[in-house]
């Protein structure tokens, strides 16, 4: 059953069989930039902290290395149980198993209907123009954070395991956001509360369950365009059956390797802002692979939707003036999904500093 006439699921359309995507689907070629699933080979790799020795001189200066190359590193010793990552994958995976009934208990459309969509729940893109391309992705999308604000109603019952481990996934990556934003805080020697402070309790967490079916085409779509992340940081759990993501340094696309029970954490627009673009949030985007599906859990911090975002100040004197025009309110950088997913250059309010 697809979710509306306009967004078919992209599980029930892979599995329908065809020799090519639906041409929503494609990606122009003027925007493939050669072969989608070409990647170049890494000048280096992406480093792998260990969060429990973040105190350690060598151990930050790994952390500060990754950030000014890749603004993606690889997290272990993260405090997350290995058997409380395999719970958590294993309840993603059998809620997009399930038929679609079961999932559509909670989809994002309001009232069924395929042109309303809320924030929260299970769907595929949201068609926002004739020309809008789609990824070939479905998703489960559920606030965590405020904890008073998690929409129960929207969270899946089945698996009965779901809700549980999800709730205690998003305690645990909530502390891990707090020791890497102290520990970035550090490296820029500002006062390590600097950016927990700007956290209110009113400040969003979303988890979203991203599911990529298999594609017969993966030379023509995209799992998700390229795109950087539009709040604070992100916590990353991919499935480590298979590979899919990818990250961009200096315009080539290099693929991201998968560790088991290992966290992808990447850095998001507001916080390059914040950090007056000492750090930037990189951009990735997911390919797509003909035999296997692809599972991953992004949870996204940001900071309160009202928030006016600039540099920290302690970062600006006069040999290093603000890169930014103004004042941003952060939902104008992190409210519109779409705008987000399909930006292809740097915030239009950094300088040419840049
Ligand atoms: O699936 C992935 O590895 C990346 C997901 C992602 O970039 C996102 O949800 O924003
Ligand atoms: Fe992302």
Same mark, same amino acid.
């Given at each position: 059953?697809?979710?509306?006439?306009?967004?078919?699921?992209?599980?029930?359309?892979?599995?329908? @069989?065809?020799?090519?995507? #639906?041409?929503?689907?494609?990606?122009?070629?003027?925007?493939?930039?050669?072969?989608?699933?070409?990647?170049?080979?890494?000048?280096?790799?992406?480093?792998?902290? =260990?969060?429990?020795?973040?105190?350690?001189?060598?151990?930050?200066?790994?952390?500060?290395?990754?950030?000014?190359?890749?603004?993606?590193?690889?997290?272990?010793?993260?405090?997350?149980? =290995?058997?409380?990552?395999?719970?958590?994958?294993?309840?993603?995976?059998?809620?997009? /198993?399930?038929?679609?009934?079961?999932?559509?208990?909670?989809?994002?459309?309001?009232?069924?209907?395929?042109?309303?969509?809320?924030?929260?729940?299970?769907?595929?893109?949201?068609?926002?123009?004739?020309?809008?391309?789609?990824?070939?992705?479905?998703?489960?999308?559920?606030?965590?954070?405020?904890?008073?604000?998690?929409?129960?109603?929207?969270?899946?019952?089945?698996?009965?395991?779901?809700?549980?481990?999800?709730?205690?996934?998003?305690? /645990?990556?909530?502390?891990?956001?707090?020791?890497?934003?102290?520990?970035?805080?550090?490296?820029?020697?500002?006062?390590?509360?600097?950016?927990?402070?700007?956290?209110?309790?009113?400040?969003? @967490?979303?988890?979203?369950?991203?599911?990529?079916?298999?594609?017969? /085409?993966?030379?023509?779509? %995209?799992?998700?365009? #390229?795109?950087?992340?539009?709040?604070?940081?992100?916590?990353?759990?991919?499935?480590?059956?298979?590979?899919?993501?990818?990250?961009? /340094?200096?315009?080539?696309?290099?693929?991201?390797?998968?560790?088991?029970?290992?966290?992808?954490?990447?850095?998001?627009?507001? %916080?390059?802002?914040?950090?007056?673009?000492?750090?930037?949030?990189?951009?990735?985007?997911?390919?797509?692979?003909?035999?296997?599906?692809?599972?991953?859990?992004?949870?996204?911090?940001?900071?309160?939707?009202?928030?006016?975002?600039? #540099?920290?100040?302690?970062?600006?004197?006069?040999?290093? #003036?603000?890169?930014?025009?103004?004042?941003?309110?952060?939902?104008?950088?992190?409210?519109?999904?779409?705008?987000?997913?399909?930006?292809?250059?740097?915030?239009?309010?950094?300088?040419?500093?840049?």
């Amino acid at each position: 059953m697809a979710a509306s006439d306009e967004t078919p699921m992209v599980q029930d359309l892979a599995s329908t @069989g065809f020799e090519e995507p #639906p041409s929503r689907y494609l990606v122009h070629e003027q925007d493939r930039h050669g072969d989608l699933l070409a990647a170049g080979e890494m000048p280096e790799p992406i480093p792998l902290i =260990d969060l429990s020795r973040l105190m350690d001189a060598d151990e930050a200066d790994k952390l500060r290395a990754a950030l000014q190359t890749w603004g993606f590193f690889l997290a272990t010793n993260h405090g997350i149980e =290995d058997s409380l990552m395999d719970a958590m994958m294993s309840a993603s995976r059998e809620f997009f /198993r399930q038929p679609s009934e079961e999932k559509q208990k909670c989809s994002n459309l309001v009232d069924g209907n395929g042109k309303h969509y809320q924030v929260e729940g299970y769907g595929s893109d949201k068609v926002v123009s004739e020309d809008h391309g789609l990824n070939w992705n479905d998703r489960l999308h559920l606030r965590v954070e405020p904890e008073d604000e998690r929409n129960f109603a929207k969270w899946p019952s089945q698996p009965e395991s779901f809700r549980d481990v999800l709730q205690e996934y998003a305690s /645990r990556t909530k502390k891990i956001r707090d020791l890497v934003l102290r520990s970035i805080a550090e490296l820029l020697e500002i006062d390590e509360d600097y950016f927990v402070n700007q956290i209110s309790n009113k400040a969003s @967490g979303f988890a979203r369950f991203n599911y990529y079916p298999p594609c017969p /085409r993966p030379d023509l779509v %995209l799992g998700l365009r #390229p795109h950087s992340d539009g709040g604070l940081l992100t916590i990353l759990f991919n499935d480590d059956n298979v590979g899919g993501l990818q990250i961009q /340094r200096d315009g080539r696309w290099y693929n991201v390797p998968t560790k088991p029970h290992t966290l992808l954490i990447n850095l998001a627009d507001c %916080l390059e802002i914040m950090n007056n673009g000492i750090f930037r949030s990189p951009f990735h985007r997911v390919v797509t692979n003909v035999e296997k599906d692809r599972l991953s859990l992004a949870v996204f911090y940001a900071v309160d939707a009202e928030t006016m975002l600039e #540099p920290a100040p302690g970062l600006l004197d006069d040999k290093r #003036p603000s890169r930014s025009h103004g004042l941003w309110e952060a939902s104008a950088q992190s409210k519109s999904p779409s705008y987000k997913k399909h930006r292809q250059q740097p915030p239009t309010v950094w300088s040419s500093l840049m």
